[in-house]
């Protein structure tokens, strides 16, 4: 079993940053890529971001359209630590935000362990 749990989130105006976190620990081992999604009131889980990596080093970061220029993805081997830095937020970038650990795809199916989420609140 692999446990997550973010943090980070928060209420912020439009323009502005914040830093998730997600800290894994149990069977870290096992895992090599994380993801973020999220998900507003009414509609589907929407994939974020996904990290890979091999060996501890970071193989891949792959962004959706929405976010890409904006958000950054990391992750911080030493602690068990993914990241998720978002820039230039806007309303439509409010939801609660969940982090997973899988097969680093963009199919939320496809992944094993999520943590409870963040509620991430862009005001305009």
């Known amino acids: 079993q692999v446990q997550l749990v973010e943090s980070g989130g928060g209420l912020v105006q439009a323009g502005g940053s914040l830093r998730l976190s997600c800290a894994a620990s149990?069977?870290?081992?096992?895992?090599?890529?994380m993801g973020w999604f999220r998900q507003a009131p009414g509609k589907e889980r929407e994939f974020v971001a996904a990290?890979?990596?091999?060996?501890?080093?970071?193989?891949?970061?792959v962004y959706a359209d929405s976010v890409k220029g904006r958000f950054t993805i990391s992750r911080d081997n030493a602690k068990n630590t993914m990241y998720l830095q978002m820039n230039s937020l806007n309303p439509e970038d409010t939801a609660v935000y969940l982090c997973?650990?899988?097969?680093?795809?963009?199919?939320?199916?496809?992944?094993?362990?999520w943590g409870q989420g963040t509620q991430v609140t862009v005001s305009s």
């Open positions: 997973a650990a899988g097969r680093g795809s963009r199919n939320p199916v496809e992944y094993d362990y």
């Open positions: 149990g069977r870290t081992f096992s895992v090599y890529a």
């Open positions: 990290i890979t990596w091999s060996g501890g080093r970071t193989v891949s970061r």
